[in-house]
């Protein structure tokens, strides 16, 4: 198990860097000065002058590199053009509001998810099934965004039962912040539940079929066990590999039910920076997003070791 | 190989077809006909068929020019004469505003999808196939999974601008890992069986390998990854025009329809409404034929 | 103990000592393109301590019937006739009876231990779960029995191989594995279906030898399903051999292999290497044709049309499982289901008793 986790520690940290750079470049692909995007509307030559050389623009793009690596490590992101704010502080205040509504979208998601596909699996052929699979596949298809609108415009404007729009801390007031945060966070995870529906339902149909199942029911176990103990501890590790990849859905998704339930996370953030050309934000934010899928990948990689014991207890990985 | 005779075989015979040829094409045939016979592929084709047709002919179809304003007429509910499912905050024609948004979505979806399979296609046979191109390869696929497809339309659109091509571009982009990986899984598979093995060790060349061997047989996986990629396109060209990072107004388009809407919500919903339904509707057709597709295409029989 | 096996006559029904007795078992499937019938109207008798085999090409119903007996078939399957444990009628009956039979009374040993075993789970954990399910013992007693379990089928050091998983072990120990698993709760009828066919000839005996040692401490009724005569010959008291989804031929082993009446026997027989046998000169005979698979059992010998020795007679009706000791010189219990017997042994078929 160490040399596999080694591995993926070296490949994750080779992905880093190469993100890393391609995000440099990226804000250099800017179209004319970089300068000028960075300075925002004050184009002095004065303002153009000190931010070339707080950025050091006037030097070779391998020390221009090294120089922003090196800002990096020491925590500093760069400076919003537009407020002045330090971008490290603009994501402190932005990213609980957006881990709140990820978490809790995650956990419900996977709830539902696991749950639906393994009835869905068990009822094999039965109604149940049938109606699991076909509230997959509306979960799968419906926008969310747009289902969003809808439940503002049902649960929320119609009838006051949820608040639109707004955000309140939790540590400030914990059921108020439930409150609002309960609509998005069902409306984020209506398609990840669905694809972990979906996902749950295939494995575990195909652990159903191998013969360690066969063997599990000629032992006399209950239907229960033979799913619970044997056929979906198997199809779980296949459901947490591809969950990793549903990381990026779930990170686009989050920034669109920010945006509609006017959420101060870090997708309002990401967007008002868009909209405003505030190139050190969105480089920020870039490069955020990706570290953070890096790692949030390994994580699983490592989980995915913990469940699999072909893995875990030496033997070469399956 | 023989087999027993008829009066004892009514069944199946086991040794059914045994030249490639006729294998390929009995297979063929009971693909479609699995498909014919699953009532929701007929039903989901169907409306792909009615989808594409309207876009095409759109602008021969739609009732207006989806850009005519008529400020006499504004927030006209469905049924208003003249304006079958109403008119929006600028009095512009509903249905030929979601006619010619339906049209902008399949062109984004397909042309999403043709990026995706273009540069997904072949690194994932290079990768599959030439142990030494793998690991680059794969590193490759890896970053550009570490971009989720929004983030890269907002670095694309703070570049580039917004617009359909730069939308279609960064789904393509972030859709190509997924080919990348499904096509190398398919070429491994392929490379240990005994007719490709055959031919390598023939002394066939690799592309030839790839070209004649590799490459066919793995159009059905591609395919379905194909039918699933594009509804996914779909929904993620609506949600970059609804953010305003994809098609730009007045140009309609599903998503910005949405987000015009979403003020007037309230006052017409049939404005927030209809175009989330056109939505579900089309990507709803491409999902379930694409699982009818899978389905078909599985040796082990139907699974739906 | 006593293996008497060649005074069993199985016909004979319901006789005294028949732990399972299997009566006109038919089993058909629904699939894509039809129906297709597995199993039609056979019947077996298995008594205490005695080791069954059926033999049979892939395809001809073996492991159907294996499965069928105590439910495990899945849901496609329709079964029709009679399976007796003990004289409880097991075919349709309810879940949870079947269930208190299966680990309990009729155990499985199947043919690829690798698939066969979880592999997210300890192989203590798989065998324990057996005993938890029948015996409900405490968990340190059931601990000692499962490392008792290992140690009778020849684990080395289990003390250790307890908290394995099967990815650690070796064909061979997975495979002895499977067998604790089956012998944990004692049952009366252990049903192996192809239980060496996956592994090495050398690893193939010492598996077979843990059967034998089995049945004579336990007294364990075992049913062996295989293609493999060889296996028959080394193990089995009675054979039945098996033909697209029909009993063709039931006899003791010895009088089987000395005077098969049934021509698929004959072929199979002359199919099978033997030593004494040339390399060259003395060429192993391939039965010509392929097991058909049928919608429909016919009124007809299914084996007909790759039959030598068949007639209008043969493709008209069905012969019946028979035994006609007196004209051909048979002894009690051979039972065949052929027109046109073989009569006289054919020469050689002894030899592949080693």
Known sequence: MRTYLLNRAWQSLLTLILATVVVFLGVRALPGDPALALAGEDRSPETLAAIRLQYGLDQSIPVQFGHFVNNILHGDLGTSIRTG?????????????????????????????????????????????????????????????????VAILYLAVATGLFPASGFVPFTENPVENLHHILLPVVILGTGLSAVIMRQTRSATLDALSADYVRTAKAKGLRPSAVIGRHALRNSLIVVVTIAGLQLGELISGAVVTEQIFGLPGFGKMTLDAVFQRDYPVIQAVVLVTATAYIAINFLVDLLYSLIDPRIRVGGEAA | MSTTEAPLTPGPSVADGDADAPREVGRRRRIVRRLIGNPLAVISFAVLLVAVVVAVFAPWIAPYSPEQTDFARTFAPPGTSGHLLGTDDLGRDVLSRLILGSRASLEVGLLAVATALVVGVPLGLASGYFRSLDAVISRFTDLLLAFPFLILAVGLAAIRGASLGNAAVAIGIAQIPGFIRLVRSETLRLKSLDFVTASIVDGAGDLWVLGKHVLPNATSVILVQATVAIPAAILGEAVLSFLGLGIQPP??????????AQQFAARAPWTAILPGVTIMVLVLAFNIFGDSLRDALDPKGSRS | MTITPLEVDHRSGSGSGSILEVRDLTVTFTTESGTVSAVDHISLDLREGEIV?????????????????????????????????????????????????????IAYIFQEPM???????????????????????????????????????????????????????????????MIAMAVACDPKVLVADEPTTALDVTVQAGILDILRELRDRLGTAILIITHDLGVIADIADRVVVMYAGRVVESAPVDELFARPQHHYTAGLLAASPAPGRHAGTDRLQEIPGLVPVLAVQPDACTFAPRCPAADAQCLGSAPPLTSDQNALGLLPGHAFACWHPCGKPPTSAKELKP
């Open chain 1, 85 to 149: 704010t330090p971008v490290s502080s603009m994501m402190r205040t932005a990213l609980p509001v957006t881990l709140q509504l990820a978490v809790f979208a995650i956990v419900l998601a996977t709830i539902v998810g696991v749950g639906a596909g393994v009835v869905a699996a068990a009822k094999r052929g039965r109604p149940a099934e049938w109606v699991a699979n076909g509230l997959a596949l509306i979960g799968l298809s419906v926008p969310h965004f747009w289902l969003g609108l």
């Open chain 3, 53 to 105: 085999g059926i033999v049979g090409e892939s395809g001809c119903g073996k492991s159907v019937t294996a499965m069928s007996l105590s439910g495990l078939l899945p849901r496609s399957a329709r079964t029709a006739g009679s399976v007796r444990l003990h004289g409880t009628e097991l075919i349709g009956a309810k879940e949870p009876v079947l269930r208190a039979v299966r680990g309990r009374d």
């Open chain 3, 115 to 177: 698939s066969s075993l979880n592999p997210v789970l300890t192989v203590g954990r798989q065998i324990s779960e057996v005993l938890q399910v029948h015996e409900r013992l405490s968990r340190k007693l059931t601990r000692d029995r499962v490392i008792e379990l290992l140690t009778l089928v020849g684990i080395p050091s289990p003390l250790q191989r307890i908290d394995n998983y099967p990815h650690q072990l070796s064909g061979g120990m997975r495979q002895r594995v």
């Open chain 2, 251 to 260: 140009d309609p388009s599903l998503g910005t329809m949405l987000a015009t």
